[in-house]
């Protein structure tokens, strides 16, 4: 039989009426719904509360302290998602309703867009929905290189699930509600052992171009205030005119933020190719402070100025005041690089059965009051030597990235798989000589820097943390189309030229 703490359902239940629906008269519903969702039988009042109040716990300490006595008094079954399903069900209570939520957000709004995304990220935080705790596990560095800092995240922020839940997962029966991971019914779902828990799970409502999307922070995020923006229909992601048109609309919405959408077709964008979407938040990345080279002008966009930036993978920068005319000047790099081909420097437009394989990322900012549009230059071709995508990181660099370089990547933040950060401690212990581990696919990487470097106790952490990066620089350079070569760089001109010249 378990009992809460009344002393702790108390604090709860003022929590509760601070920052959900709630009001006074509410309490004993509240009471009984945290009761029905923790499988508990009562409350008692104790002399010993096991929560410091002079500690000022947070809703979700006094959640996850009762999730562990569930477990401790057998009425919680100790897998992950149910923890997960359990944990959003009470910290739903802390949340105000949709509706609430988002006549909030727009009240804040009308004062700034900056208060009204602080009014949503602060709750966000507060009912765990953005996992603060977790996403300070991650390894987090800079590196300098010749194109300026590169940042390395080594992304330790995602719990393991158990045998058990793998096991539970592989009987399960997929549901076909919501279709993905992304919908807007995700709103409010109680998940399962297959779909994330999103009791607590709220999204603003917010228009771009008229049309209806959602708005969302990411629970594990990559970077400050990262959030997600997803149409409101579940249909696949599509990058054309109508994007940048709403990237840029977004913009003007929440000049604030940055927004970029990754690659529509595969191996070169992100994961989720089925729900159009797009990725927002306040972080200043590496590739925002590139330096500009090469300035150009688009004939028929005299208002837009042009320029390539110095960065491992390809990117034309358009910049200017008016909106349209980014949007249509943008929209003509795109069509010219989707038909671009140069087979001098491996690039093609088509296969000769007709398939596509050129896109573009695109990422919008609005700095300086001006517009940014960078324009990243997409190739999913393979090849016998390259089988997993010419430009994309090859064999010799696939032991720190293999996985698709998406938006975040190629602005420079390398995110990693956790499994590195064992391994890479492993790699510092041989190079100090400390032991004979296996390094697998490590090894030849570990015996170059032998080589290269006299280690020692002091100086290795920064040598193999810096190596991360550099090899990382490489991978960029791997999913740049026009190369750093002389020959790289003439044929990137070339195509400049036919944007110039039209
Ligand atoms: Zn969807």
Redesign the pocket.
């Known amino acids: 039989m378990m009992l809460l703490e009344q002393q702790l359902v108390e604090r709860f239940v003022s929590f509760a009426m601070k920052y959900g629906d709630f009001e006074i008269e509410d309490t004993i519903y509240l009471q009984n719904r945290l009761l029905a969702i923790l499988n508990a039988d009562g409350l008692e009042h104790t002399t010993e509360i096991p929560i410091d109040f002079k500690n000022n716990p947070t809703p979700n300490d006094i959640t996850q302290y009762w999730i562990q006595q569930g477990i401790k008094h057998n009425v919680i079954e100790d897998t992950l998602y149910n923890k997960e399903i359990i944990e959003a069900q009470i910290l739903d209570l802390i949340t105000p309703r949709p509706s609430a939520i988002n006549r909030q957000f727009f009240d804040a709004y009308n004062q700034s867009a900056d208060k009204a995304t602080d009014y949503f990220y602060e709750i966000s935080k507060l009912n765990h929905y953005v996992k603060e705790d977790a996403i300070a596990n991650n390894i987090n560095y800079e590196v300098t290189t010749e194109y300026g800092n590169i940042e390395v995240t080594i992304n330790l922020s995602k719990p393991e699930k158990d045998a058990k839940q793998i096991a539970l997962a592989k009987e399960a029966k997929s549901s076909e509600y ?7 019914e995700n709103e409010g779902y109680k998940g399962s052992v297959l779909q994330a828990a999103r009791t607590n799970h709220r999204i603003i409502r917010i228009t771009l171009d008229n049309e209806p999307f959602g708005f969302q922070y990411s629970p594990y995020a990559y970077f400050q205030e990262h959030s997600i923006v ?1 149409s409101e229909k ?1 249909e696949p992601m599509k990058i054309n005119k109508q994007t940048f048109i709403n990237l840029l609309a977004f913009i003007d919405q929440f000049p604030h933020y940055f927004i970029g959408s990754n690659a529509d077709i595969p191996l070169v964008g992100g994961s989720i190719l ?2 159009n979407h797009y990725q927002t938040g306040k972080h200043i990345f590496p590739m925002d402070n590139a330096i500009e080279i090469d300035d150009f002008k688009i004939q028929q966009f005299p208002s837009v100025n042009a320029s390539i930036l110095k960065w491992p993978m390809s990117v034309i920068r358009l910049k200017g005041s008016n909106k349209d005319d980014i949007v249509e000047a943008a929209t003509f790099v795109m069509d010219r690089w989707n038909h671009y081909s140069d087979e001098s420097v491996q690039i093609k437009a088509f296969s000769d059965d007709g398939e596509r394989h050129h896109t573009i990322t695109p990422i919008a900012r609005y700095r300086n009051n001006l517009y940014e549009l960078d324009v990243v230059l997409r190739d999913n071709q393979t090849s016998d030597e390259y089988p997993d995508g010419i430009f994309h990181p090859h064999q010799d660099v696939q032991h720190i990235k293999k996985e698709n370089i998406g938006l975040i990547e190629v602005m420079g933040t390398a995110i990693l798989p956790g499994r590195l950060k064992q391994e890479i401690q492993d790699v510092k212990n041989y190079l100090l000589g400390k032991q004979a581990v296996e390094l697998g696919v490590h090894q030849h990487w570990a015996d170059e820097m032998l080589e290269k470097y006299t280690v020692n106790k002091t100086n290795v952490d920064e040598i193999v943390d810096n190596e991360v990066g550099y090899k990382f620089k490489r991978v960029l350079e791997d999913a740049g189309v026009f190369k750093q070569s002389e020959e790289g760089q003439n044929a990137f001109k070339r195509f400049i030229l036919t944007l110039e010249k039209n």
């Not at 919501?178 to 807007?184: R, V």
């Open positions: 919501p279709q993905c991971a992304l919908c807007i997803l579940h089925s729900h």
